[in-house]
Nanobody, 122 residues
Framework: QVQLVESGGGSVQAGGSLRLSCAVSGHTSDTCMAWFRQVPEKEREGVATISAGGSNIHYADAVKGRFTISQDSAKSAVYLQMNSLKPEDTAMYYC????????????????WGQGTQVTVST
């Protein structure tokens, strides 16, 4: 059983930065990690994914060049560095894990955290 706990959300002005963290427990060696976000009445959107070995990373077009996903060497945490934030980045951000070879941006993940709110103001 994989457990995920996000932290690091908050309020920031446009152009600012935030770093989200996801504490991971119970992970396996082949776990793909991802960040998703969701606003009310919209579908959950994939933001970034990183494969178990860290060799494959994917970003949504909307965040390429601004967001960076990373994980520590022991795979006990995953991070999302968010720079040049825009008001449209405002959402609840979720950490997700999937114990399989799939590591894409569709929300077909097995495990989810409780979410952390990010609010970007003009």
């Amino acid at each position: 059983q994989v457990q995920l706990v996000e932290s690091g959300g908050g309020s920031v002005q446009a152009g600012g930065s935030l770093r989200l963290s996801c504490a991971v427990s119970g992970h396996t060696s082949d776990t793909c990690m991802a960040w998703f976000r969701q606003v009310p009445e919209k579908e959950r959107e994939g933001v970034a994914t990183i494969s178990a070995g860290g060799s494959n990373i994917h970003y949504a077009d909307a965040v390429k060049g601004r967001f960076t996903i990373s994980q520590d060497s022991a795979k006990s945490a995953v991070y999302l560095q968010m720079n040049s934030l825009k008001p449209e980045d405002t959402a609840m951000y979720y950490c997700a894990a999937r114990s399989s070879s799939y590591c894409g941006l569709s929300p077909i993940y097995n495990y989810w955290g409780q979410g952390t709110q990010v609010t970007v103001s003009t």
